[in-house]
């Protein structure tokens, strides 16, 4: 299958144009730049064998099966639309869209063109993260009780463009971080979060978007929910906590794009530690939708998780401006 990259972005470069490439059979033939320039030298880069400023070259291409979407936030829902409905597979970046609304409209256009809309949340198709889910799942720690998100991180100083100071482009950690953590908790516990409450801040990088959240969710199960986004914690460390009744994981260092981090169990009969896959999260992403592409089973993180990410960061922003206890809305997915 040839793909179009929509964006000369730095996660295809990082990532993305790799794990394509690791499918067999597949190819990137083009990718779309605003900047000619800037395009060229990305396709020369990544021995690409065009680029191209117009949409047009991409989606109206019949050659052309799938795109990957990793263009600033606002310019997702008319890409992936005009991808659609020329009939080609879409792999988008989170957060899907700038509104929950617009997310909806895009699952919707893929369900009636019968097109693999996915969502590249990397997270739940990391070893590390398949791991805690499958503890949880079989009961080796007992009925849950809360988990604990620890995502704050320094931002580093080649992303801090428009994700420090554009709120027009999606700028801002709650559309950058949270629809992570929300994707996987949900991808943990099977379950929706209800609702939140939140407070945000600007710590030294935002300007005019905030660099900093917490948040409590509850979920119907009433597991609760306690995460903490940042862009401004150099030695802090990423991490995750489930707490059970039997027992507690604690994961460290694993809400990141490599097969890294630590993972401890502790229950009655002591501390114990995981082990865990080390593949490629990408790759393991890229390797579904092509699956689904096939007609072989589902994306890891469908258009759908993409709405329900984003209703919960949608929530947590609303919640955090407003002072209020926000119900997260879904958008009737
Ligand atoms: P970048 O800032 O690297 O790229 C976004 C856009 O910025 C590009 O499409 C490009 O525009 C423009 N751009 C890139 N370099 C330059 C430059 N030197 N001068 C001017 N403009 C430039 O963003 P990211 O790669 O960090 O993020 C892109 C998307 O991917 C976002 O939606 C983000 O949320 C998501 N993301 C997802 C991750 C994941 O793990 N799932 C991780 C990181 C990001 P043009 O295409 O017009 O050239």
């Excluded at 800037?38 to 047009?56: C, F, K, N």
């Excluded at 600033?72 to 597979?89: D, S, Y």
Aim: glycine share 12%.
């Amino acid at each position: 299958m040839k793909w179009g990259l929509i964006g000369a972005s730095t996660i295809a470069s990082q990532h993305m144009i790799g794990a394509i490439r690791a499918l067999d059979g597949h190819q990137i033939a083009s990718v779309l730049s605003t900047s000619a320039e800037r395009g060229a030298a990305y396709a020369a880069r990544h021995d690409i064998p065009a680029s191209t400023t117009r949409l047009e070259d991409i989606v109206g291409d019949p050659a052309i099966g799938a795109v990957y979407i990793s263009t600033t936030n606002e310019k997702h829902l008319p890409q992936a639309m005009a991808a659609i409905r020329a009939g080609q597979h879409v792999m988008c970046e989170k957060p899907l869209a700038m509104s929950v609304a617009d997310a909806v409209l895009m699952v919707r256009e893929a369900r009636a063109a019968g097109v693999v809309l996915a969502t590249n949340h990397h997270l739940r198709n990391a070893g590390s993260h398949l791991a805690i889910r499958e503890l949880i799942t079989s009961g080796r720690i007992g009925d849950i009780l809360s988990i604990r998100v620890f995502h704050a991180v320094m931002l580093p100083e080649n992303l801090r463009g428009w994700r420090i100071d554009n709120a027009a482009a999606g700028g801002g950690v709650i559309p950058d971080i949270v629809v992570h953590d929300a994707d996987t908790v949900r991808f943990y516990l099977g379950e929706d979060p209800g609702e939140v409450v939140a407070q945000e801040a600007s710590s030294g990088l935002g300007q005019g978007v905030e660099d900093s959240v917490m948040s409590v969710w509850t979920m119907p199960s009433g597991v609760m929910v306690q995460t903490h986004e940042s862009f401004t914690h150099r030695f802090a460390g990423t991490g995750i906590e489930v707490h059970g009744r039997e027992g507690s994981i604690i994961a460290r260092n694993v809400m990141t794009q490599r097969p890294v981090g630590d993972i401890r169990i502790c229950t009655k009969d002591g501390e114990q530690t995981v082990p865990y896959s080390g593949h490629n999260l990408y790759v393991r992403a890229m390797e579904r939708f092509a699956g689904a592409v096939r007609g072989k089973g589902r994306p890891s993180a469908t258009g759908t998780d993409g709405v329900k990410s984003l209703a919960v960061a949608a929530a947590v922003k609303e919640a955090a401006v407003t002072g209020h206890r926000i119900a997260v809305d879904y958008g009737g997915v």
